[in-house]
């Protein structure tokens, strides 16, 4: 059985343009760590921390250009 881990989400999104829509965090469950938004967005499980924090800037450079479109 999987534990949640006890530390609270690491918001992210604060350091990246598109963040006034977008809070993202990066949280864990078990030996895996995700990041996920408040738009609904979730990135995969990684059993690295930092690549899962990696992928926060990545979602939001995503959403800014899709923000951007006509």
């Known amino acids: 059985m999987h534990e949640q881990s006890a530390e609270p989400p690491q918001?992210?999104?604060?350091?990246?343009?598109?963040s006034s829509r977008?809070?993202?965090t990066t949280a864990e469950n078990g030996p895996f760590a995700f990041a996920s938004c408040s738009c609904g967005w979730r990135g995969p499980a990684r059993?690295?921390?930092?690549?899962?924090?990696?992928?926060?800037?990545e979602h939001l450079a995503?959403?800014?250009a899709d923000d951007s479109s006509p």
Not at 12 to 18: E, G, R, V
Not at 47 to 56: H, I, K, P, T
């Open 22 to 24: 977008h809070h993202a």
């Open 47 to 57: 059993r690295s921390r930092d690549r899962a924090r990696r992928d926060v800037p």
């Open 11 to 18: 918001p992210l999104s604060d350091q990246h343009p598109s």
């Open 62 to 64: 995503s959403a800014a």
